[in-house]
């Protein structure tokens, strides 16, 4: 039987994202982000979204895009990064985020996307992310609107540990190096990133790929994500434009 996941473009690919959509989207920082997918969704005009993804791009790229128009509801991310407007929208009362250690997140996704509830970690244990307090919504005036719950901590091995739920969205957005046509995903060095967690947490997964190939020229042991988690695949191309958030260079 032929599995053919391949959309002709990125409208389509996002087409069925609804208004107050949830949506896990890979990237960290500006690298591994899904810009035709985002690009597509800003042109769609969809907004009251709740995204999960590290962060949240750049005033200018990324899910910067989606945020500078107001498309977003809510975030939960490890990482305010660089972005100005996201501080602002925070501190006014706009934007809902729900700050997450980023080992924590990661497995958030990855627990979902594997069928789990929830795991018990370490991290957070006797901070905030445990006892709650956490702004997760300012009232505009600098009071808190909406804080985090405290979450249930128990004892393993006399060592205590935090009750963190797993993650899944409506949608996943990701971006791959290539795919082939039944979905199977192979990503590059650092691209791989949160792409193949956000992917696996998607009830519904559009990656975008820059080289389509056919079934079987990606070797078995090379597919990073496996294309029963992608339900659309999309062929960008290698041209498309990748920016670094922040350029260092050394004096030689």
Known sequence: MNIDKVVESAATAVADIPEGASIAVGGFGLCGNPMELITALLAQGTGGLSVVSNNCGVDDWGLGLLLAQGRLAKMTSSYVGENKEFERQFLSGELEVELTPQGTLAEKLRAGGSGLAAFFTQTGVGTQVAEGGLPRRYDGAGGVAVASPPKEVRSFGGKEY???????????????????????????????????????????????????????????????????????????????????????????
Do not use: Y
Not at 172 to 193: C, E, I, M, P, T
Not at 201 to 223: F, H, Q, S, T
Not at 224 to 236: D, I
């Open 162 to 252: 935090v009750l963190e739920e797993a993650i899944t969205c409506d949608f996943a957005l990701v971006h791959a190096w290539r795919g082939d046509r039944a979905g199977n995903l192979q990503f590059h060095a650092s691209a791989r990133n949160f792409n193949p967690l956000a992917a696996m947490a998607g009830r519904v997964c559009v990656a975008e790929v820059e080289e389509l190939v056919e079934v079987g020229d990606i070797p078995p042991d090379a597919v990073h994500l496996p294309g029963v988690f992608v339900t659309r695949v999309l062929e960008v191309g290698t041209d498309i434009e990748k920016r670094i958030e922040r350029r260092t260079v050394t004096e030689v």
